[in-house]
């Protein structure tokens, strides 16, 4: 399953990887993952389910382990679907949408770190909140086999070539997700001229897929990418306000240019850029008494100086 947009983020995995590989000699970056355990089911907010056009074969269950207590993990999603938080579609006026996109190597989704977390300080915004669980790398039924492969990517710099045939799936779910939002716009109390994407990593790279591909029903109108690629030429036509935030010490980007966000300002699109001098990758919630702390004060106030929020 391959289109334009999606063939341009194999190059982007491909850079990633090699950020990864130059690490190598010191496992201090990845050593988060010698910490995962496995979790038992877990309780969530009700779900719709997404409709999907190209299918993917993925025997194994979907499963959640996780990184510490505070931060639960994902892994073989094989069905997506969209989550609406229910504490953000309270009132009847209609307000903003984002859907939020986590990260994670598009091996896992980060829920809390860059889903539920992030949803709960949206919510006091007047923004509808969505999370997506789009379709992650089919990886082995079993604890282990999880373990083996992430420790594979964070750890020894391998499977930029897997990654990168899962994203042309995580881009179509995440259109789905624009798609079916606009299409309950009434029903959830949603401003169809005010969706966005808030992607984080992987979920940024995502972001920038459904941007490049540029689908007439499937376009958001403004978006957000949190530690996501910085490098690019493209640039869509009519190209939505985008917000960009990355720390200077991104293990995973920190060899990436500026081009995508010199690009989209030279294309008369508006584009917002924090960088840090520091917070390494994965701060979404994770605050490190540095500048990157910030990043959500700043998205918040960028949503309402574009006038997406009160």
């Not at 990887?17 to 970056?29: E, F, I, N, R, Y």
């Not at 069905?79 to 091996?107: C, E, H, N, Y």
């Not at 009434?186 to 897929?209: C, N, Q, Y």
Request: hydrophobic fraction near 45%; proline fraction near 9%; glycine fraction near 8%.
């Amino acid at each position: 399953m391959r289109n334009p947009s999606t063939r341009r983020l194999v190059g982007l995995l491909a850079g990633a990887a090699t950020c990864l590989l130059s690490l190598s000699a010191s496992a201090a970056p990845g050593d988060w993952v010698k910490g995962v355990l496995p979790l038992p089911p877990q309780k969530e907010p009700p779900s719709v389910a997404l409709p999907v056009a190209a299918e993917q074969a993925n025997p194994a269950h979907e499963a959640w382990a996780q990184q510490d207590p505070t931060q639960r993990l994902l892994y073989n999603v094989s069905r997506p679907s969209l989550t609406p938080m229910p504490a953000s579609l309270s009132g009847d006026k209609d307000g903003p949408a984002v859907i939020l996109i986590p990260g994670g190597g598009f091996q896992f989704l980060a829920m809390d770190n860059e889903g539920y977390d992030v949803a709960k300080r949206l919510a006091p915004l007047g923004v509808r909140v969505f999370i997506l669980k789009y379709r992650t790398q089919p990886l082995p039924d079993s604890f282990e086999g999880f373990k083996d492969a992430i420790s594979g990517t964070f750890q020894r710099g391998e499977g930029a070539d897997a990654r990168a045939r899962q994203a042309p799936y995580a881009i179509a779910d995440a259109e789905a997700a624009i798609r079916m939002v606009r299409a309950r716009a009434s029903e959830w109390h949603v401003d169809p001229k005010r969706i966005g994407v808030l992607g984080f990593s992987a979920g940024a790279m995502t972001v920038l897929g459904v941007l490049q591909a540029n689908l007439s029903d499937a376009r958001p109108d403004f978006a957000g990418m949190i530690y996501g690629p910085t490098q690019s030429a493209d640039v869509p036509p009519h190209a939505p306000p985008l917000f960009a935030a990355l720390a200077a010490d991104d293990r995973f980007f920190q060899s990436q240019d500026l081009s995508l966000i010199h690009n989209w300002r030279l294309s008369g699109a508006s584009v917002e850029l924090h960088l840090y001098s520091a917070g390494g990758h994965g701060f979404a919630s994770q605050p490190h008494g540095v500048t990157s702390d910030a990043w959500f004060d700043q998205y918040a106030l960028w949503l309402k100086a574009m006038k997406f929020t009160p």
